[in-house]
Structures are given as structure tokens and as C-alpha cells.
């Protein structure tokens, strides 16, 4: 399984895992319940863009890193 895939697919678990870490120490921080749906939303957000954006590198280093194994590959025949 490619990396990108992978992280894709972790990505989902990994944001609600934060907003369910950023809401429940705030909480116990004794911070005010909007505000700690706030922080978990965005610890949600910064989570999943983070995980999407490294995926995406992946994939395009992925493919880069294909690209060059063929046109090696095209020089040697």
C-alpha cells in the first residue's frame, strides 16, 4: 500500500483524535465549553490539512520518483 493511501486513510481518525485531545484538556484546563469546542474544531482542521497536504507530496514525489526510474530506464534500452 502506497504511503500516500495510507496517510490519506488515517488522516480522518487522526482529526478527530485531536479535536477529541484539544476538547478534553481544555476542559479539565477549566476552560469555558464554547471555547473548548473552538480549540478541538481547530485542532481538528489544522490535523486534517496537514495529513491531506503530506499525502499529496507523497503522491507527487511518488510519481516523480517514477518518472525518472522510466526515463532511466528509456535511456539504457
Given at each position: 500500500?502506497?504511503?500516500?493511501?495510507?496517510?490519506?486513510?488515517?488522516a480522518g481518525r487522526a482529526a478527530?483524535?485531536?479535536?477529541?485531545?484539544?476538547?478534553?484538556?481544555?476542559?479539565?484546563?477549566?476552560?469555558?465549553?464554547?471555547?473548548?469546542?473552538?480549540?478541538?474544531?481547530?485542532?481538528?482542521?489544522?490535523?486534517?490539512?496537514?495529513?491531506?497536504?503530506?499525502?499529496?507530496?507523497?503522491?507527487?514525489?511518488?510519481?516523480?520518483?517514477?518518472?525518472?526510474?522510466?526515463?532511466?530506464?528509456g535511456r539504457g534500452a
Amino acid at each position: 500500500m502506497p504511503l500516500a493511501v495510507l496517510i490519506d486513510e488515517i488522516a480522518g481518525r487522526a482529526a478527530l483524535a485531536a479535536f477529541a485531545l484539544a476538547g478534553g484538556l481544555s476542559l479539565a484546563a477549566g476552560v469555558e465549553p464554547l471555547y473548548a469546542v473552538v480549540r478541538g474544531i481547530a485542532a481538528f482542521l489544522g490535523v486534517l490539512i496537514v495529513c491531506r497536504w503530506l499525502a499529496g507530496l507523497c503522491q507527487v514525489l511518488t510519481q516523480e520518483i517514477g518518472d525518472d526510474q522510466e526515463q532511466a530506464r528509456g535511456r539504457g534500452a
